[in-house]
């Protein structure tokens, strides 16, 4: 999840079985942005594979797109392109397709077969001009260092190297095609962010600018004390199950109504980390609780109920505003959150709906208590964090790419969230501390310069590649598909 634009979907999952290796020849980032780019901290998993059917789809997509002077294409296969030196088959188009064509469906969108067509070749041909490029332009990457990361692909699916070439054989893989499309990787990914990110340009204006409008918007926020009585609902619960927890949280509601005290229902009832206090949270800013309940509670007046059940994907909610206060604070006092995650990367071998299906999986084990979020984080997270039990570190605002932050920052402590999907793939997340922690100003502008590089990596990285696409040749070819 560090903020670097990720490689193709069908690349992915050999550089996340490569913990560590393809590391830092970017330069240093903090220790949780490190481990949200590196092979396997996060989602993915309902049922975990074995650790050979995970070597072989490696595999497979190691070699889907070995360099051109080693690729042969199939009997009854065709060129759909060729990009400088390399060449895009149409087997390899029909296979995007239908893997686009599967998250169109799941989004509830049905684009036409031409829009998809012209999608899945314009995305194999973005990565060709970044693949061919890199090799000409790219930092070297050394033999003992390819050893190293193949040999990490080895120890992240449990297999000796023996046992990774007698699995590649078995499919027909050549390890020499394997090694040479894990170099490409490295170099293509090596050379984005090289490029990329010597392209951004954060002035002191800009941050000065930042800093100021962050101060102000702080200044309209609430502080708020809710208090909750939470009755869990597990995810995928039948009927019979949501209906009797609704009915107990709607018992509890009517004895608050009926005059109990909110505190003694909350100790008796809730199954919140906060039922000893009586259900409070405590006293926060607006932006660091969950809309849900922001939204839930802001057209109460201090010390009233809200009179109806809050439905959330944690199950049901008795809430009372205890205290609202006008938004105070400095933009130099932050929360950093300690988190960790298991990273699932779709690839052509793992669809998007699949991985979701794994994850959830995940989260009902750990719930059940048949396995701790660490054990599954080791065994199946696709990035450096694995190691360390999806462990990403104490973080501030802005360390994680947006979707992953938004989804993090709306969990309670100790909450496991549903799958989320990023950039980087698809994540369950648990959020374990929350701290405040005040930075001096030279940590202020440091963290708003991060904060802005980001917002303008997508331009960044768009004006990129239409400037290597310009310089690249490429010829598409007319196919029957």
């Given at each position: 999840?560090?903020?670097?634009q990720?490689?193709?979907?069908?690349?992915?999952?050999?550089?996340?079985?490569?913990?560590?290796?393809?590391a830092?020849?970017q330069?240093?980032?903090s220790?949780?942005?490190k481990?949200?780019?590196?092979p396997?901290?996060?989602?993915?998993?309902?049922?975990?594979?074995?650790?050979?059917?995970?070597?072989?789809?490696?595999?497979?997509?190691?070699?889907?797109?070995?360099?051109?002077?080693?690729?042969?294409l199939?009997?009854?296969?065709y060129?759909?392109?060729?990009?400088?030196?390399?060449?895009?088959?149409?087997?390899?188009?029909?296979?995007?397709?239908?893997?686009?064509k599967?998250?169109?469906?799941r989004?509830?969108?049905n684009?036409?077969?031409?829009?998809?067509?012209?999608?899945?070749?314009?995305?194999?041909?973005?990565?060709?001009?970044?693949?061919?490029?890199?090799?000409?332009?790219?930092?070297?990457?050394?033999?003992?260092?390819?050893?190293?990361?193949?040999?990490?692909?080895?120890?992240?699916?449990?297999l000796t190297?023996?046992?990774l070439?007698?699995?590649?054989?078995?499919?027909?893989?050549?390890?020499?095609?394997?090694?040479?499309?894990?170099?490409?990787?490295?170099?293509?990914?090596?050379?984005?962010?090289?490029?990329?990110?010597?392209?951004?340009?954060?002035?002191?204006?800009d941050?000065?600018?930042?800093?100021d409008?962050r101060?102000a918007?702080?200044?309209?926020r609430?502080?708020?004390?809710?208090?909750?009585?939470?009755?869990?609902?597990?995810?995928?619960?039948p009927?019979?199950?949501?209906e009797?927890?609704?009915?107990?949280?709607?018992?509890?509601?009517?004895?608050?109504k009926?005059?109990?005290?909110?505190?003694?229902?909350a100790?008796?009832?809730?199954?919140?980390?906060?039922?000893?206090?009586?259900?409070?949270?405590?006293?926060?800013s607006?932006?660091?609780?969950?809309?849900?309940?922001?939204?839930?509670?802001?057209?109460?007046?201090?010390?009233?109920?809200r009179?109806?059940?809050?439905?959330?994907?944690?199950?049901?909610?008795?809430?009372?505003?205890?205290?609202?206060?006008?938004?105070?604070?400095?933009?130099?006092?932050?929360?950093?959150?300690?988190?960790?995650?298991?990273?699932?990367?779709?690839?052509?071998?793992?669809s998007?709906?699949?991985?979701?299906?794994?994850?959830?999986?995940?989260k009902?084990?750990?719930?059940?208590?048949?396995?701790?979020?660490?054990?599954?984080?080791?065994?199946n997270?696709e990035?450096?964090?694995?190691?360390?039990?999806?462990?990403?570190g104490?973080?501030?605002?802005g360390?994680?790419?947006?979707?992953?932050?938004?989804?993090?920052?709306?969990?309670?402590l100790n909450?496991?969230?549903?799958?989320?999907?990023?950039?980087?793939?698809?994540?369950l997340i648990?959020?374990l501390?929350?701290?405040?922690?005040?930075?001096d100003?030279?940590q202020?502008?440091?963290?708003?310069?991060?904060?802005?590089?980001?917002?303008?990596?997508?331009?960044?990285?768009?004006?990129?590649?239409?400037?290597?696409?310009?310089?690249?040749?490429?010829?598409?070819?007319?196919?029957?598909?």
């Open positions: 999840m560090r903020k670097l990720p490689l193709a979907a069908a690349t992915l999952l050999v550089l996340a079985a490569s913990a560590g290796s393809l830092w020849a330069g240093g980032t220790a949780a942005a481990a949200a780019a590196r396997a901290s996060g989602p993915v998993a309902a049922s975990a594979p074995a650790p050979e059917a995970s070597a072989v789809e490696a595999a497979r997509t190691a070699v889907a797109r070995p360099p051109v002077e080693q690729r042969t199939k009997p009854g296969d060129i759909a392109a060729v990009v400088n030196s390399d060449i895009v088959a149409a087997s390899e188009v029909i296979q995007r397709q239908e893997r686009m599967e998250e169109a469906r989004r509830n969108e684009p036409t077969n031409e829009l998809i067509h012209k999608q899945a070749l314009d995305s194999l041909i973005d990565e060709r001009v970044v693949t061919t490029y890199a090799r000409e332009n790219g930092p070297r990457v050394d033999e003992p260092e390819l050893d190293r990361v193949v040999a990490n692909v080895a120890t992240q699916n449990k190297m023996d046992e070439r007698k699995r590649l054989a078995a499919e027909g893989i050549d390890f020499k095609r394997f090694r040479e499309n894990l170099r490409d990787q490295m170099l293509s990914e090596r050379v984005r962010e090289r490029e990329v990110q010597g392209r951004i340009r954060v002035t002191d204006g941050i000065d600018k930042y800093l409008e101060q918007a702080l200044q309209d609430a502080q708020l004390n809710i208090a909750q009585v939470l009755v869990p609902v597990p995810e995928g619960a009927a019979s199950v949501v009797e927890r609704r009915a107990k949280a709607e018992a509890a509601l009517q004895r608050i009926n005059g109990e005290s909110f505190a003694k229902v100790q008796e009832v809730s199954e919140d980390a906060n039922k000893s206090k009586g259900g409070e949270i405590g006293l926060r607006s932006d660091k609780l969950p809309d849900v309940f922001v939204d839930a509670v802001r057209d109460l007046k201090s010390g009233e109920l009179p109806t059940l809050l439905r959330s994907a944690a199950g049901f909610h008795v809430l009372k505003l205890v205290e609202r206060q006008a938004g105070k604070g400095s933009i130099n006092t932050i929360v950093q959150t300690h988190a960790r995650h298991i990273l699932l990367r779709p690839s052509e071998q793992l998007p709906d699949q991985a979701a299906r794994r994850l959830a999986e995940f009902r084990a750990i719930e059940s208590g048949r396995a701790t979020f660490e054990q599954l984080a080791r065994a997270s990035d450096g964090s694995a190691q360390d039990g999806g462990d990403l104490w973080v501030g605002p360390s994680f790419v947006p979707e992953f932050e938004e989804a993090m920052n709306q969990l309670p909450g496991i969230s549903n799958p989320v999907a990023s950039r980087f793939g698809l994540h648990q959020v501390e929350r701290r405040d922690v005040v930075l100003n030279k202020l502008r440091d963290q708003a310069r991060a904060a802005l590089r980001e917002r303008k990596y997508e331009d960044a990285y768009s004006d990129w590649m239409k400037e290597l696409r310009a310089r690249a040749f490429i010829e598409t070819r007319e196919w029957l598909d």
